[in-house]
């Protein structure tokens, strides 16, 4: 037969009896309308042809099925539903087999699930990341995948939402065989086992599982989920899977999908999820091409400068560092090796791309290796004599469309690339620290950048597995403008009475990881008091301040570094000390301040709108090209939950 087509977005040809049936619905073949109807279409057809002994299910492209489609999310369901598709497969009367050449994602894992054996080419994964949208499996997820891998696993994968690759899919008994040509060997199994007993997931029993075993998985997804409900619920639903019939877990976990589909959690997911997609997608940089990048050097391989070594040798280029001395360099080499072997020691990275990463690196004390470089980045002292020396130098040793990129966090990177004979070479990068780990770089976009330096650097940070946002020229990039409003205004709380611990537990109980005082005592307390101080005298005296943090300095409190900060750590734990209390009170007093009381629900209120509110700053002011962007940066670099949406969102959604 000709190649038959099923739907807009579904065709199927015939291959020695099994039909191919192929979801072609760009960009990742979401599960939509037409695409549900087409798979009914497609296994109508291959009913009723005698000729027709097997289904193999597979992608067009690279992914498989990325899921249920979410734009369909809020708008009125359409059928066939997604569970009676799959219902249809499981009960089919000959095999169907999924031919997995790419990520099976969501409700794309859930087909392959439905089907009666999984073929994974070696670049599929599967993956149920319903909970990092704020939901749970809708379309057996919960019920199916505890029946062919055992409760604890099941929980591991749902309620975390990672995806496994073919390896660990076999061996946990989600895949049948890793092939080659997934589609070759899909149509062939089917061919073996048409016309025996099916082996339908839903009908397995659920291994039986330890106890113990199954409560550690359990402790484990609900100490990260912080307050998120997705995930402590589809933990729930695959311990259900257990104890219900495949029936009624499929109804439980159909209504538990539902309700958390239209929960403010799910809503501010999306929102996380697009946004993500609209980073660094700027009308200005649309048609613009960005330099091809092969060789980065990297000026500075302290800790900052060697973790962008790592992110960068480990995104496949060459890395060429410049420390000032020898003894400097040989460090710095070692400083990058060692972490190299930690992210192969926590499974982040193989041994092989720890060697051929090493391979690609060379750190000298002779700046003028950066000759070859396409792309320099400095992660030297911040200081702007130190910084703008060394981009003068580095100006007459790069070649003439070579880039340049600072990675300071408070100058300002105009004035560093307005002492390059061309500035329009100079950007920022700003990394986070640790710069290997965090995900969070704020591309800056200075007064003179050329959009193809602009469009390199974010293509640079893509390929570095980073989330890139662009940011104009401002006093700290959008973070640290924004972390300044939301301390400002903690302080401005305790001054007018409530205590550190109240502001802290008021945040944490909302979702942060840690509220902001325990925050400051963990990044130390002493830069800020230094800054503080040099700025004394430019400060507007008709401007509120706080003197309290500056009290707490001169008391040699510095933090968690020196054992003492707005807590006091020599418990080991984080504890409230009088002498702060005391210090609290007494410049109050001096204020005449008399403290009233705050609720925790007031707390969070007033920190929300001062992140908001410096948020439309930004924005006002160009910094910032969009909303989302300024959601994205606070969730991804100073712990915002996400499952919040970020203050933008959260503020103009308030619950
Ligand atoms: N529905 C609708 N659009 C989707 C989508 C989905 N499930 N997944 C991705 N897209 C869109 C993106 O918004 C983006 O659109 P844009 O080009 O207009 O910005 C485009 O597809 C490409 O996406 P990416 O840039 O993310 O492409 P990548 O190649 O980097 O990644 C991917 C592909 C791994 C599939 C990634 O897009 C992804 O993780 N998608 C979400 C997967 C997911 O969460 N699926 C579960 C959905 S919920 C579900 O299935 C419920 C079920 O249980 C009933």
Not at 256 to 275: G, K, M, N, P
Request: include cysteine; hydrophobic fraction near 45%.
């Amino acid at each position: 037969m000709a190649a038959a087509r099923f739907s807009e977005t579904v065709t199927g040809d015939v291959r020695d009896g099994v039909l191919v049936v192929t979801i072609d619905n760009p960009p990742v073949n979401a599960l939509s309308a037409d695409v549900r109807d087409g798979l009914m279409a497609a296994l109508d057809h291959a009913e009723a042809s005698a000729d027709i002994v097997g289904v193999a299910v597979t992608g067009a492209g690279r992914i498989f099925i990325g899921g249920a489609d979410i734009r369909e999310f809020g708008k009125p369901p359409v059928e066939p539903h997604l569970p009676d598709v799959l219902d249809r497969i499981e009960n089919f009367p000959k095999p169907v087999i999924a031919a997995v050449n790419g990520a099976a994602l969501g409700g794309g894992c859930e087909v392959a699930l439905a089907c009666h054996g999984r073929i994974p080419g070696e670049k599929a994964s599967f993956g149920l990341p319903e909970v990092k949208l704020g939901i749970v499996p809708g379309a057996g997820g919960t019920q199916r995948l505890p029946r062919l891998v055992g409760i604890p696993a099941a929980i591991d994968m749902t309620g975390t939402g990672r995806s496994v690759k073919p390896e660990e899919a076999a061996r946990l008994g989600l895949a049948d065989k890793i092939a080659a040509d997934p589609v070759a060997e899909a149509a062939q199994l089917a061919r073996a086992v048409a016309g025996t007993p099916l082996r339908r997931t839903g009908a397995l029993t659920v291994p039986v599982a330890d106890v113990a075993i199954v409560e550690a998985a359990t402790k484990k997804v609900l100490s990260k989920a912080r307050g998120q409900a997705s995930p402590g619920e589809a933990v729930r639903l695959v311990r259900a899977a257990a104890e219900m019939s495949l029936k009624g877990g499929l109804a439980e976990e159909r209504a538990t999908f539902i309700r958390l589909r239209d929960s403010r959690e799910a809503a501010a997911l999306r929102h996380v999820f697009f946004a993500e997609r609209a980073a660094g997608k700027l009308d200005k940089l649309e048609g613009v091409a960005p330099r091809e990048v092969k060789i980065v050097g990297i000026v500075g391989t302290g800790l900052m400068g060697a973790g962008i070594a790592v992110a960068t040798l480990t995104a496949g280029y060459r890395v060429v560092g410049v420390e000032q001395t020898a003894e400097a360099a040989a460090a710095g080499r070692n400083r990058i090796a060692g972490m190299l072997d930690k992210a192969v020691e926590s499974g982040r990275l193989s041994a092989a791309s720890r060697d051929e990463s090493l391979a690609r690196l060379t750190v000298v004390a002779d700046a003028a290796e950066l000759t070859p470089a396409d792309l320099v980045i400095e992660a030297v002292f911040d200081d702007l004599t130190v910084k703008t020396d060394l981009f003068r130098k580095l100006d007459g040793i790069v070649r003439a469309d070579a880039i340049l990129a600072t990675n300071t966090s408070y100058l300002n990177p105009d004035e560093i690339a307005a002492t390059t004979a061309h500035p329009e070479r100079v950007v920022g990068l700003h990394f986070f620290s640790p710069a290997n780990i965090m995900r969070l770089t704020e591309v800056v976009d200075c007064k003179a950048t050329a959009p193809d330096v602009l469009a390199t650097a974010l293509a640079f940070a893509k390929k570095l597995g980073k989330l890139p946002i662009v940011c104009g020229v401002t006093e700290g990039f959008i973070g640290n403008r924004i972390y300044s409003a939301y301390r400002r205004e903690a302080e401005f709380m305790v001054e007018d009475g409530a205590e550190p611990q109240e502001v802290d537990a008021a945040l944490e109980a909302w979702g942060f990881p840690m509220g902001i005082f325990t925050v400051n005592d963990m990044a130390g307390l002493e830069i800020a008091w230094a800054k503080r101080k040099r700025q004394a005298a430019m400060r507007d005296p008709k401007e509120r301040y706080v003197e309290i943090p500056d009290r707490l300095c001169e008391a040699g409190r510095f933090g968690r570094k020196s054992g003492r900060g707005w807590y006091d750590y020599s418990s080991g734990h984080r504890a409230v000390d009088p002498q702060v209390t005391a210090l609290i009170e007494t410049a109050r007093a001096a204020k005449g301040i008399v403290p009233r009381r705050f609720s925790s629900e007031e707390i969070v209120a007033r920190l929300l709108k001062a992140m908001a509110d410096e948020g439309s700053a930004l924005l006002a002011e160009g910094i910032a090209a969009r909303a989302s962007d300024i959601d994205l940066v606070m969730i991804n670099g100073y712990g915002f939950p996400a499952y919040k949406g970020g203050p933008m969102f959260a503020s103009a959604s308030p619950s």
